[in-house]
């Protein structure tokens, strides 16, 4: 059928179809956003000495996982990066560090994406900082 002779029900159809699979499609984006915010969770890691072993599911086996590690990171200066975010964003949204954005995170924190995960999981767990505010995965940090 020619394009321009479609009918009201075709379009009605097609319409519902684009319905659908934008609900689907936000589905996913929340589901892979909150993906984010769960790893940063204390209960979704083994923590050790120096390493991070990431894990979404408590019977997981990890040994083919390979850890965060965040030895060779000054945390000093990663906590100073985090407050210097919070205290020179003119608006709070400028206040969020874009967890999923790998690109951002190793251009503002000069770190690798794994370091930064494995840093920012460490000091998460000693209580040196805190998720302050969150939406999808974009988070504040609130230094202690």
Known sequence: MDKHNREDKEFKKIYSLI?????????????????????????????KKNEIIPRFNPQEKTDKIEPLSFV?????ELKNSLSRINTEAEVF?????????????????????????????HLLYQNEIEIKDFYGSNIVFKVN
């Open 93 to 121: 949204l400028e206040q969020f560090v874009k967890v999923s954005d790998i690109s951002y995170i190793q251009d503002t924190f000069s770190i690798s994406y794994r370091e930064f995960l494995g840093s920012i999981i």
């Open 19 to 47: 319905q659908q699979n934008l609900v689907k499609s936000k589905q996913v984006i929340e589901k892979i956003n909150q993906a984010y915010i769960n790893l940063l969770t204390l209960q979704s890691f083994i923590y």
């Open 72 to 76: 060779n990171i000054d945390l000093d």
